[in-house]
């Protein structure tokens, strides 16, 4: 492509840590980008770092930057999620024209994505919400990418998108996912995986940490284990890269000088929520939020740790044997984690119409993204084999993998139990497999109940049609 003709390919919009190394990764694949921040200081900065002639220019002033931009002119947006995208919108309107193609690389929320779709769209415009997941590294060498909109946006930048994309196995960590707000649902459902993944990783080191006394040495030597073997995954090789760091001031691990209350954004609450509303059962993922809320709650667990004796106590069993038992647990928690996931993505693309390709989207997270992993491959051939499988534990290798660790599963959720430490992700991801895989649940109790007080009515096992009981009669 020629980069001399002064009119830039993409237009970028926000030049944090996101924004330009995005810009870096298309100049090295040969695109001409122009950046626009209203931070005239990183509009400046964006040239110098780039250091490749007139490929990659900043500016401060949005009519230039549209103006620089080669029609029908794509401009990416990354920006906070929220606000600031209909801000920025409502700025560019003016400036665009029908044909103009904005894409909302944020994380931003569906509903959000399909308002300004269908108000763009009104403008003759078209719009792209699109998930992208792999932070500053990601941006800048190879991220997974998750467009959803019109078609024919897509096709339009589906070469760049290719481009700066991960790749495995020579395959770009990108597709089309489907219409309106398909990307930014498939990027909530990741970081909502996301949120469990790393819920499920934080027990197992207190189980080690404060349950079996394990060194920082020790952990690290279990997590490598685990890494080399079926668990290998970018949130494992971070957490033993975390585990080996070492705090300059205090000389001891850095994670122990790190606050035990954990941040969020909103994404992984915002999935647990649709789920709710979807009716899909994702309660590895809640019990995820669940526990970051309550990890925040910090000077009211100091306090409830004085009067409800919070210390948990010593293991008393084989250590060795508890170990492989949790490298087990953790395999089949990761697995049920995925199977919640995906479940909501299938609810979501049916009440959605996205048409999702549920194999397209684990093969998307193999590369780049926060939740790739070894076993998200399994994941892709199961749809490969089924397209319209139910639920991923219903493939005969992945429902038979989490069945061969359940008693792994049961032994660490009572070792747990019995020395009072919270694990409720591994509990509920156990008690979801066992509740999954159950002909029977003490559902007709409620239902009865429910009849009871209620008059709701309810079903029989041996006849059609619907029943009620004067409970209060003889
Ligand atoms: C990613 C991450 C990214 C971000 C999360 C963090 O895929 O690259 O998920 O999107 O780091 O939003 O989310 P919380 O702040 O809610 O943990």
Known sequence: MAVTDRRYEVGLIGLGVMGRNLAYNMADHGYSVVGYDRDGGKAKELAKGAGRGESVRGSASLKEFVRLLRQPRTVILLVPAGDAV??????????????????????????????????????????????????????????????????????????????????????PSVAYLGPGSAGHYVKMVHNGIEYGLMQLIAETYDLMKRGLGLSPAELQSVYHRWHEGELNSYLLEITLRILARRDEKSGGPLVDMILDKAGQKGTGEWTAADALELEVPTPTIDAAVVMRNLSARKSEREAAARVLDGHPAAFSGDRQGIIDHLGNALYAGFIITY?????????????????????????????????????????????????????????????????????????????????GLPVPALAVSLAYFDAYRSNWLPANLIQAQRDFFGAHTYERVDQPGIFHTEWDKT
Not at 339 to 344: C, E, N, S, V
Request: aromatic share 6%; glycine share 14%; net charge neutral.
């Open 339 to 419: 199977a919640q996931g995906m479940a909501l993505l299938r609810e979501a693309a049916r009440a959605h119409g996205y048409g999702l390709n549920l194999g397209e989207v684990a093969r998307v997270w193999q590369g780049g993204c926060i939740i790739r992993a070894k076993m998200l491959k399994d994941i892709r051939a199961a749809y490969q084999a089924e397209p319209q499988l139910a639920d991923i534990l219903l493939d005969p290798h992945l429902g038979g993998e989490v069945l061969r660790r359940r008693e792994d599963l049961r032994q660490v959720v009572c070792a747990a139990g019995d020395m």
């Open 86 to 171: 209909d801000r920025v919108i409502k700025q560019l309107l003016p400036y665009l024209e029908p044909g103009d193609l904005i894409i909302d690389s944020g994380n931003s929320r569906y509903g959000d994505t399909d308002r300004r779709g269908r108000s763009v769209a009104a403008k003759g415009l078209l719009f792209i919400g699109m998930g992208i997941s792999g932070g500053e590294r990601g941006a800048r060498y190879g991220a997974s990418l998750m467009p959803g909109g019109p078609w024919e946006a897509y096709e339009r930048v589906r070469p760049i998108l290719e481009a700066i994309a991960a790749r495995v196995d020579g395959e």
